[in-house]
């Protein structure tokens, strides 16, 4: 089967969660409102109606170009796409083609590049909604005109864990640079991937040099909607294509769908000559000059911010979890002081995320008195998460822990149980825990554990 080789690029489109649309003021709330609420005269299209640019659309997307290393052009400019669909109330889409923002950049993941041809700002579609009969169909158009970032790869995708790896630090990228949860199932991120399949023994000296032009016959797959769909459909296409071609049967350049519940691909239609989408500058929009955009949002991608915590001498294991759970402006803030106590407030985060609502004076207090008083996990949850509802320091919160008189409730469950006491000390040793269970149960886990056992065992000799 190594003599098959499998290219893939990729199609994703991200949903920008910017406050308000692409080209209107109506709320970028495609599912959160009631159908059809979030729309105006500039989503429809009604004659006259004209588009305004989303300033913050496009600032995000520069973000992204600059986190990416891609080229930004001076200027940039809208088309309009012209196709009919029932989810697309003006009959066309407004998108880019001649300049679009994104131009070129890299991700790298695991050391290995791969490369975006470009990524252009476009509009959503409303959605279609079908009744289980079949006897009609309902159209909804608050996501019409939310703004929409293409991104097209380089087909630079040989495995489909490699296309699976991409598709997750997108994710992360998006969620770090702060445009847009890229949430798969809400359809927040979409992906489509361009795969095909070609005997390598086919191919010339000039193509063998360059593993981009490894080609064969493209089939696009769509409708893909989670990571492990992605993975999925890729293996099947290869696998699909792969017996095709030994069997000398003809592939056909065509429009796939992929059924996750079937675990296949379905043809859609077969690919005779290009859509033609007679595109034209949008006449309603000017050209814009992007050297007035200043973003001052962050630039650093998961992968730059993987390599600042590992300086830190954080876990490994650790790294990943504190970027997904935005824990990672926290932690270096800590770290910018002491990398000890950024490795402490990372072990805390993880285990308490509100933790990093905390102000920074009072995380460092709690770090600080933790390890003392040998607070539980339970007993940190309970202090952050009451001086985060009441407003009261953790100081003050860390004092009444350390207040409790241990001696006393040590005494106190002696007393209590005399039965467990007498079975202890004539040899069942298993009951010492139990009798520590107690003494923790009573003080509501704020107890050094250690502490505990200590005075336990000089109680009890
Ligand atoms: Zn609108």
Redesign the pocket.
């Known amino acids: 089967m190594s003599e098959y080789k499998l290219t893939v690029g990729l199609e994703i489109h991200v949903e920008l969660e910017t406050k308000t649309?692409m080209?209107?003021?109506?709320l970028n709330e495609p599912f959160e409102s009631a159908p059809n609420t979030?729309?105006?005269?500039?989503?429809?299209g009604l004659p006259g109606a004209l588009p305004l640019i989303n300033k913050e659309a496009v600032k995000m997307v520069i973000r992204l170009g600059r986190a990416i290393n891609a080229t930004i052009p001076e200027k940039t400019q809208w088309e309009r796409k012209n196709y009919f669909y029932p989810d697309l109330p003006k009959g066309y889409q407004i998108s880019q083609s001649v300049a679009p923002l994104i131009q070129g950049g890299v991700i790298t993941i695991n050391g290995v590049d791969h490369h975006l041809d470009h990524a252009h700002l476009e509009e959503d579609a409303g959605k279609l909604m079908h009744a289980p009969d079949k006897s009609h169909s309902m159209v909804n158009y608050n996501r019409a005109?939310v703004p929409l970032l293409e991104i097209v790869t380089k087909p630079d995708f040989h495995s489909a864990e490699d296309v699976k790896a991409f598709c997750q630090e997108l994710q992360r990228i998006m969620r770090s640079l702060k445009i847009s949860s890229a949430d798969m199932e809400k359809g927040r991120m979409r992906c489509e991937a361009n795969i095909s399949v070609k005997k390598v023994e086919e191919l010339n000296p000039g193509e063998l040099r360059s593993l981009t032009k490894v080609l064969g016959t493209k089939v696009e797959v769509k409708n893909i909607n989670s990571f492990r769909g992605i993975e999925r459909a890729v293996k099947y296409e290869f696998d699909r294509q792969y017996r095709a071609l030994e069997n000398g049967d003809k592939l056909f350049q065509e429009t796939r769908t992929w059924n996750d519940d079937q675990g296949k691909t379905i043809s859609m239609r077969v690919k005779e000559t290009g859509a033609d989408y007679r595109y034209f500058p949008e006449p309603d929009l000017p050209v814009v000059d992007l050297s007035s955009f200043v973003d001052e949002g962050t630039h650093l991608l998961p992968d730059e911010q993987r390599k600042m915590l590992a300086k830190l001498e954080i876990h490994n294991e650790a790294i990943q979890a504190i970027i997904d759970k935005d824990g990672f402006e926290m932690v270096m803030e800590l770290g910018r002081e002491n990398a000890q106590l950024a490795r402490e407030a990372a072990k805390v985060f993880l285990a308490v995320p509100e933790f990093s609502q905390l102000p920074k004076d009072q995380q460092k207090q709690l770090i600080e008195k933790k390890e003392e008083l040998g607070l539980t996990s339970t007993r940190t949850k309970e202090i952050i998460i009451e001086a985060l509802k009441s407003g009261t320091e953790i100081s003050k919160l860390l004092e009444q822990s350390d207040s409790i008189d241990l001696a006393a409730i040590v005494d106190q469950v002696i007393t209590d149980f005399p039965k467990e006491v007498a079975q202890y000390k004539d040899g069942k040793e298993v009951l010492f825990n139990f009798l520590v269970g107690q003494v923790m149960a009573k003080t509501k886990g704020q107890a050094n554990i250690a502490q505990v056992r200590e005075l336990l065992q000089n109680q009890l000799s």
């Open positions: 649309k080209f209107c003021g109506c979030n729309v105006c005269p500039v989503c429809y005109g």
